[in-house]
């Protein structure tokens, strides 16, 4: 089963069209994070939060924000899709401790900005 | 500042042939986290290995090895009689693990993509 869950697989958003993307999991893992692959590129940080403080990485696009309701969720908010925004978006769970576990990937959501 | 180079950008190989994919990495941290993960053209990527900079035993799973040397400061992926099964882009990556800075975040290499031919 699979336990980092992202939706939907594939978004279609039109230019300036605010989208959200969203992912679960079931690890209970306190901290979840947002990369961006675009293509034949390694993942790139966007932001993660640990339990519930966000941490934004500094070159992080004001355009993109991020919300955690609860432990189990945390969506992606692209507030005015451009062109360049087009990528891989992949959540991902760990569970950060004196002792870090690997990190566990959703299958990730490929936007495509029209 | 942490950096992880991955050289090979792209390895073709004949099915049943050995393969071993380079990751070398920067870091001035005394204690991190270095990890393989294989993404198929699927998009998900896949956990592999996780290895603690304490622990500089060899790896072996199956047809797969990883070969961790501090000395070089490299964390070297060897599969062995490769198969179709095994194309995919292969990334290697590094996290601190010490302090207020430790968050788990990773620091991708560039990825290596294989091809393995019938």
């Known amino acids: 089963d699979a336990m980092v869950i992202q939706n939907p697989r594939y978004q279609v958003t039109q230019f300036g069209k605010p989208v959200t993307l969203s992912c679960s999991q079931t690890l209970n893992h306190n901290v979840m994070y947002w990369y961006q692959q675009k293509s034949s590129q390694a993942p790139k940080l966007l932001f993660h939060y640990y339990d519930k403080d966000f941490n934004n990485e500094a070159d992080t696009p004001d355009n993109f924000q991020s919300r955690r309701p609860n432990t189990s969720f945390c969506f992606l908010d692209i507030r005015s899709p451009g062109l360049g925004d087009a990528a891989m978006y992949l959540c991902?769970?760990?569970?950060?401790?004196?002792?870090?576990?690997?990190?566990?990937f959703g299958q990730g959501t490929r936007l495509t900005v029209v | 500042a942490q950096k992880v180079t991955q050289a090979q950008t792209e390895i073709s190989v004949v099915e049943k042939e050995d393969v071993t994919l380079d990751c070398v990495y920067e870091t001035r941290d005394t204690t991190y986290y270095l990890f393989w993960y294989k993404q198929p053209p699927s998009g998900e990527l896949v956990f592999l290995i996780r290895?603690?900079?304490?622990?500089?035993q060899n790896e072996i799973s199956g047809r797969y090895s990883w070969n961790f040397q501090k000395s070089t400061s490299s964390f070297n992926f060897t599969i062995t009689a490769s198969q179709v099964v095994d194309s995919a882009v292969y990334f290697c990556a590094l996290s601190e693990a010490l302090g207020s800075s430790n968050t788990g975040k990773l620091i991708f290499g560039q990825g290596t993509t294989l091809q393995v031919k019938p």
């Open positions: 991902a769970t760990s569970r950060v401790t004196a002792v870090n576990t690997e990190a566990f």
């Open positions: 290895r603690n900079s304490f622990d500089e």
